[in-house]
């Protein structure tokens, strides 16, 4: 069955340490991967996604697919990246093509 | 462009009563979805629309939840009758294409059945 697992509930850590939100992914078709986020009191939007390889916001994520993971990275965080995160999975091969979300990960940054 | 409109923000409900949501999806847009948040599941997919068809209700809880397209700037989601365990935010969001291109959400609706 198709599913996003994101292992941590709560990720906290220190303004200008190093930051990885994990996901992994159980799909037997051709992923296709995203970070939405939404920060307080704003609406949940795209953060980035594995098909444009960019960085936003000082946030990369890669695909690895021997691994089935999508963790999103970034060296430095920042007190503004305090946010929910979602790593989602779209599922191309279907014809009812949708997109099935993990359980958020809230990531604090402390100062 | 307002971007997506779902009404009521907030909704304060007694077991029993019949809820409902709206949503205006993005003009031009021909996808809608309806999605539910709550602490225990994060967010779950409820039902999803594509030019205003439903095409998936796989993630409907039950029969007490049913949604409905008319016109392609309208859709809402009904429960009848009310549950404790219906309290959630139930976002609707919209694209265009297919489910793989960029969702954009609407502010969301805070149900609370007492």
């Known amino acids: 069955a198709q599913r996003v697992t994101q292992p941590e509930k709560l990720l906290s850590v220190f303004k200008g340490a190093p930051v990885e939100l994990k996901c992994n992914y159980s799909?037997?078709?051709?992923?296709?991967l995203f970070w939405y986020v939404q920060y307080s009191r704003q609406r949940l939007q795209l953060l980035l996604r594995?098909?444009s390889r960019e960085s936003i916001k000082g946030f990369t994520a890669d695909l690895n697919k021997g691994e089935t993971s999508f963790h999103l990275k970034k060296p430095f965080a920042q007190e503004e990246d305090s946010a929910m995160y979602y790593c989602?999975?779209?599922?191309?091969?279907?014809?009812?093509?949708?997109?099935?979300f993990g359980s958020g990960t809230r990531l604090s940054i402390r100062p | 462009d307002a971007g997506v409109i779902q009404s009521p923000r907030h909704e304060v409900t007694e077991m029993g009563q019949e809820v409902t949501l709206r949503c205006k999806p993005i003009?031009?847009?021909?996808?809608l979805f309806w999605y539910r948040q709550t602490m225990m599941r994060g967010l779950e997919l409820l039902i999803y629309?594509?030019?205003?068809?439903?095409?998936?209700d796989s993630g409907m809880p039950e029969d007490r939840f049913s949604a409905k397209m008319p016109n392609a700037s309208f859709s809402t989601l009904k429960i009848q009758p009310s549950e404790p365990r219906d309290s959630a935010v139930y976002f609707c969001?919209?694209?265009f294409g297919r489910g793989f291109n960029e969702q954009y959400f609407g502010p969301g609706t805070r149900l609370t059945v007492t």
């Open positions: 799909y037997s078709g051709s992923p296709e």
């Open positions: 594995h098909i």
């Open positions: 989602a999975l779209s599922l191309l091969d279907s014809s009812a093509s949708k997109i099935i």
């Open positions: 969001a919209s694209s």
């Open positions: 629309f594509n030019n205003n068809v439903p095409i998936d």
């Open positions: 003009s031009g847009h021909n996808s």
